[in-house]
C-alpha cells in the first residue's frame, strides 16, 4: 500500500503542482515580467553606453511597437470581456421576457375565461340563445303609443352606428339647386379657375379634361407621377368645387382585404365596425352629388388585395349587381337604405388613388390598370391668372346624361375605329400584346368625353393608346422588342400622321433610351 499511496502523490504532484499550477504560476510570472520596470532599468544601464544614436531611435521604435502590441492584448481582451458580459446580459432578458410572455399569456387566458361568464351571465338575463337578437324579444313585447321608447332603444342597439346616424341626420333633407344648365366644356374651364383662384392650385386644361372625361369610362381613376405635383389635391379640390368634401383613405401597408374599405362585424360588441369610406358611400346613397373617395398611396399595399371585391363588382354590367354583402343576417334596427344585410354601391361615387412609384411601393397589377384609367401628373402647373369662380352644385345625373349626349354627337369615327383594329393586329404580330374588349369599351366612353371637354379625338385616341396599351411594354423584355419599337413608330406615323399620336411616339422614344 505504501508503494502504491507513494505512486499516486508523485502522479498527482507531477499533474496538479507541477502542470495545472505551473500554468497559472507561468501565466502570473509572465505578466509580472511584462511589467518588471525595475529589470527594465538594468537593461538600460547595462547597454545604454553601448547603444548609438541610430541604434537608439531603432531600439525606441521596438519598444514603442512592442507596448502598442500590449496595449492591442488589453483591449482585445477587454473587448472580449464586454461581449462577454452583453451577451449575458441578452440571454438573460430573453429569459426574463420569455418568463413575461407567460405570465402575460396565463393573464389572458383568465381574462377570456372571465369574458365567458360574463357574456353567459348576459345571455342568461336576456334569456336568449346564442346568436338570438335581442331586439326579436323587444320588438314582440312593443305595445301600441311606445314609439318613441322604441326608436331610442334601436339606436342605442344598432350595429351599425354610423350608417344609423346618416339616417337620422338625412331625415328631412331637402337637395340644394343643382346646376343643370352647365356644359362639359364650362364645368372643366370654371373648375381651372376656381383652383386657382380660391385654392391656389394650377392645373393644364388637358389634365382637367381627362379627369373629367375619366369619369365617364370607368369608377377608378389613378392619377399617378412624381411627389408634390398636386395629384391628392386634384380631387380635393373637386369635392370643394361641388360643394362636397372628399373622403381621404390613407391607405396602409398593412392593408390586405375588404374590411379596410368597408369595416368588419365585430362578434364580442356586436357592433359593424364601419370605416369612414363605408359611411360616406352610405350617404351618397340619399343625394344626386358627385362623391370622391381618395385612396391616398394606393400602391402603398397591394391594391388587388384589399380593392379587389369592389374592382369586380364595379365591372358588373348592370348597377342592380353593385351590391355589397356585409353581414349575413338581418336586425330590426339596421339602417334603412341596407336589405338582408346587403348595401348597394352609390353610383355617384368615384374612387380615385395616388401613386407614387419608389422603392416603398408595390408595382400596380395590370388587372387594375386595366380597370382603372391612369393620369399622369410628372410637372407642376404654371401659375396664370384666373378670374374668381364660384362652386356649384352638380347633379351626377347631369353629368351622366353630358357623357351619353357626347357618345351621340362626338362618337368615334368609323375610320379611327378601323385603324385601331389594323393596329391591335400589328401589336398581337409583334409584340404579342392585345388591346382587349374592356379597353375598346373604355375608349369608346372616354374619347367621345374628352372630345366634348375641349379636347381632339386623335389627341384621346392618343392619350388611351399610350397610357393603356403602350403601357404594357414595360413588363416585356425590351432589349427583346428594341428592333420592333421603331417599326411601331414608323408604322404611327404612316397610319395616324407624322403630326399626330405625339404622346405615344414620345412613349416609344423614351423605351429606346432604356436599351
Not at 389572458?108 to 361568464?117: F, G, Y
Not at 343576417?329 to 395616388?354: A, R, S
Not at 401628373?377 to 352644385?393: C, R, V
Not at 389594323?422 to 374592356?438: C, P, Q, S, T
Amino acid at each position: 500500500m505504501s508503494v502504491l499511496m507513494k505512486f499516486l502523490q508523485a502522479f498527482l504532484d507531477q499533474f496538479f503542482i507541477e502542470g495545472i499550477w505551473g500554468i497559472f504560476k507561468g501565466i502570473f510570472l509572465g505578466i509580472v515580467n511584462i511589467f518588471n520596470i525595475p529589470k527594465y532599468i538594468s537593461i538600460f544601464k547595462e547597454y545604454s553606453s553601448q547603444l548609438g544614436a541610430g541604434g537608439w531611435i531603432l531600439a525606441i521604435l521596438c519598444m514603442l511597437v512592442v507596448l502598442a502590441a500590449l496595449v492591442g492584448i488589453v483591449m482585445l481582451v477587454v473587448m472580449l470581456l464586454k461581449k462577454y458580459v452583453r451577451f449575458r446580459k441578452t440571454l438573460v432578458d430573453q429569459e426574463e421576457l420569455l418568463n413575461e410572455v407567460g405570465n402575460l399569456n396565463r393573464e389572458v387566458i383568465k381574462l377570456n375565461i372571465e369574458k365567458e361568464k360574463i357574456l353567459a351571465m348576459k345571455v342568461s338575463q336576456l334569456g336568449l340563445k346564442p346568436g338570438e337578437s335581442p331586439y326579436e324579444e323587444y320588438e314582440g313585447d312593443k305595445e301600441e303609443g311606445d314609439e318613441d321608447e322604441t326608436d331610442a332603444t334601436a339606436e342605442d342597439y344598432s350595429r351599425f352606428y354610423k350608417l344609423t346616424q346618416v339616417d337620422l341626420a338625412m331625415e328631412g333633407y331637402e337637395p340644394p339647386v343643382y346646376d343643370n344648365e352647365i356644359t362639359l366644356p364650362e364645368i372643366c374651364d370654371r373648375f381651372r379657375n376656381f383652383a386657382c383662384s380660391r385654392m391656389g392650385l394650377f392645373y393644364e386644361p388637358k389634365i382637367i379634361r381627362l379627369f373629367i372625361a375619366a369619369m365617364s369610362s370607368t369608377r377608378l381613376i389613378i392619377l399617378q407621377g412624381i411627389s408634390g405635383t398636386g395629384k391628392t389635391s386634384l380631387p380635393y379640390a373637386f369635392g370643394k368645387f361641388t360643394h362636397n368634401d372628399v373622403t381621404i383613405a390613407s391607405v396602409q401597408p398593412s392593408w390586405r382585404d375588404r374590411t379596410e374599405i368597408f369595416g368588419y362585424f365585430n362578434e364580442f360588441t356586436k357592433r359593424f365596425n364601419e370605416t369612414e369610406v363605408l359611411k360616406k358611400m352610405y350617404e351618397a346613397k340619399y343625394k344626386n352629388d358627385i362623391f370622391l373617395t381618395i385612396l391616398d398611396e394606393m400602391n402603398i399595399a397591394r391594391v388587388e388585395y384589399y380593392f379587389a371585391e369592389l374592382l369586380s363588382i364595379l365591372e358588373m354590367p348592370s348597377r342592380d349587381e353593385w351590391v355589397v354583402s356585409l353581414v349575413p343576417n338581418v336586425w330590426p334596427t339596421d339602417p334603412k337604405l341596407m336589405y338582408e344585410g346587403k348595401i348597394k354601391l352609390p353610383e355617384n361615387m368615384w374612387y380615385v388613388g395616388t401613386i407614387n412609384n419608389d422603392d416603398s411601393t408595390f408595382a400596380v397589377t395590370d388587372k387594375v390598370y386595366d380597370r382603372a384609367l391612369p393620369i399622369d401628373i410628372n410637372s407642376k402647373g404654371k401659375y396664370f391668372e384666373a378670374p374668381l369662380a364660384d362652386p356649384l352644385y352638380l347633379d351626377y345625373h347631369h353629368v351622366e346624361d353630358m357623357f351619353r349626349e357626347a357618345k351621340v354627337k362626338y362618337k368615334v369615327s368609323e375610320e379611327s375605329l378601323r385603324k385601331l383594329a389594323e393596329l391591335d393586329d400589328y401589336v398581337i404580330e409583334h409584340f404579342r400584346l392585345a388591346f382587349g374588349n374592356r379597353i375598346v369599351k373604355q375608349l369608346e366612353d372616354f374619347v367621345p368625353a374628352y372630345v366634348a371637354c375641349g379636347g381632339t379625338e386623335i389627341d384621346g385616341l392618343d392619350y388611351v393608346l399610350c397610357h393603356k396599351i403602350l403601357r404594357k411594354f414595360e413588363s416585356l423584355n425590351i432589349s427583346f422588342i428594341r428592333n420592333e419599337i421603331g417599326g411601331l413608330i414608323t408604322y404611327l406615323n404612316k397610319h395616324f400622321g407624322k403630326s399626330n399620336m405625339k404622346e405615344s411616339k414620345d412613349y416609344l422614344e423614351r423605351l429606346q433610351k432604356l436599351m
